[in-house]
């Protein structure tokens, strides 16, 4: 499993799923060691889920984590081929690191097991453990977009990545359309044959290639909106802005979020309609991630860039247009600050799903909540329409959609936030997890081969 230390709603999702029947959940500890390569697996048993978690050695980190997971895989697959570093070292580390994570595991299953692998830093894990005779059912679940055909065929070794992922009984995607392309490089690009019903035959076997769109514990996070902790934030921020207004967004330093684009598409807001300068700000939560990677680097300067020329350009005595918080928050905090704020930005260029979105939903006051705003490409978009669907390339469109919902009546603004909760409540997380694990049950035969 990737490491969710800092997903919160994800790994309680799994957890949760994991301690209805008991299991093992085992992945990564977070920590680099010389023992990665061999000894040291940390066992804990928390309820009925026991964790083991193995070390990776530096060389690991470089190589599979930081190399081929997330200087490859991670733009292609987020449609960036022009930022993908391609390294025959890479590419060795990240089977490498993929064998001997299934060789650990093996011993620990037990026959009537059912196994759930997740992302992209993991796609050949599945036709490891088959290599290694394991025949339970094995499911796979990509949490970032799966490309067209015509982009991830720039990907050395696209065609034996997406091989090894029909060792799997069932492969869930965020979105259909996900799905959809998933189906169609199987179809064009190695001969396999659709069957219907998210279906598909290639190289011997038949797997199940569906969307299965991951939620949130909704409920969960609308009560963690309204506690102490939470509201302490909330307050401090309407303080602050007695009378004012705050746009908010939330995201992990990362080029497939779109902030640079987001940044110059509130300044063209400032420009374009001057009625907001003085009253309308933006606050953007941004954890720095993967600053190892020079592309992180670069968006970072970038971003402090930006903001500083547009405050510099519009701030007044008592008003600062951008604020830009390169930290992060509790969860609660984070609640808090959604639930002080009048509308939300989730703008990526490409996103599997996009958490953020269904959270700033979840932390609003039903009786007077606030609209989000958000990119056609985030995988959120195709279960939330009744958001401002924007074009996150365009300044233009992006500033007129921010207007239309600084400018939106209460009536509107509590029809649209009543349809959203409801769904971000009714296709929770354990609804997500479960409807994975059912279709797990019932299609994983653990098939060797159909033919
Ligand atoms: C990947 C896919 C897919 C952010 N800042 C803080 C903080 N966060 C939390 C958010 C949210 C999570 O991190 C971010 O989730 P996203 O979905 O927005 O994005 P990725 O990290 O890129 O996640 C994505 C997801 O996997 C799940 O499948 O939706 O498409 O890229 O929960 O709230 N949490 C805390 N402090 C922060 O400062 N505590």
Not at 215 to 233: L, M, S, Y
Request: glycine share 8%.
């Amino acid at each position: 499993m990737k490491d969710t230390g800092k997903a919160g709603g994800l790994a309680v999702a799994l957890v949760d799923a994991l301690r209805e029947t008991g299991g093992l959940w085992f992945g990564w500890s977070g920590d680099v060691s010389q023992e990665g390569s061999f000894g040291s697996m940390k066992l804990d048993t928390v309820r009925r889920v026991t964790m083991a978690r193995i070390d990776m050695t530096s060389a690991d980190y470089d190589e599979f984590y930081a190399g081929h997971a997330n200087r490859a895989l991670w733009p292609v697959l987020h449609y960036r081929l022009d930022l993908a570093v391609f390294d025959r070292r890479y590419e060795e580390g990240y089977r490498r690191v993929n064998e001997r994570f299934a060789a650990r595991l093996r011993p620990m299953l037990k026959p009537d097991d059912l196994i759930w692998v997740h992302d992209y830093h993991f796609f050949p894990f599945g036709a490891e453990l088959r290599s290694m005779g394991v025949e339970n059912p094995i499911a796979f679940f990509l949490h970032i977009p799966f490309p067209a055909p015509e982009i991830l065929a720039g990907l050395p070794g696209a065609e034996g990545l997406v091989r090894a992922m029909l060792a799997y009984d069932v492969v869930g995607f965020q979105t259909e359309r996900d799905a959809d392309n998933f189906r169609r490089f199987v179809v064009t690009e190695i001969g396999g044959t659709e069957m219907g019903d998210g279906a598909v035959i290639a190289g011997g076997r038949e797997v199940l290639a569906r969307a299965y769109p991951i939620g949130i514990d909704a409920e969960g996070f609308a009560r963690q909106a309204v506690t102490p902790d939470a509201r302490r934030h909330t307050a401090r921020i309407e303080r602050q802005m007695a009378g004012k207004r705050q746009i908010v967004g939330v995201d992990r330093i990362d080029y497939s979020k779109g902030l640079p684009e987001r940044f110059r598409a509130f300044e063209r807001l400032l420009e374009d309609y001057p009625e907001n300068r003085g009253t309308v700000s933006l606050m953007q939560i941004a954890p720095p991630s993967r600053s190892e990677v020079d592309a992180y680097a670069e968006i970072r300067r970038e971003l402090e860039g930006l903001s500083g020329r547009i405050n510099g350009r519009f701030a007044d005595l008592d008003w600062v247009p951008i604020r830009l918080l390169v930290r992060s928050f509790t969860r609660r905090a984070l609640a808090g600050i959604y639930r002080a704020s009048r509308a939300c930005l989730v703008t990526p260029l490409r996103d599997g799903m996009n958490l953020v979105a269904k959270e700033y939903v979840a932390a609003q006051r039903a009786e007077d909540p606030g609209v989000l705003v958000l990119s056609r490409f985030a995988g959120a978009a195709e279960r939330m329409p009744e958001a401002l669907i924007v074009n996150p390339h365009s300044p233009e469109a992006v500033a007129n959609a921010l207007q239309t919902a600084l400018a939106m009546p209460l009536d509107e603004r509590r029809q649209r936030w009543q349809e959203l909760y409801q769904r971000i409540c009714d296709e929770n997380a354990s609804v997500w997890a479960k409807a994975v694990l059912d279709d797990l049950r019932s299609h994983g035969r653990g098939q060797a081969s159909v033919s």
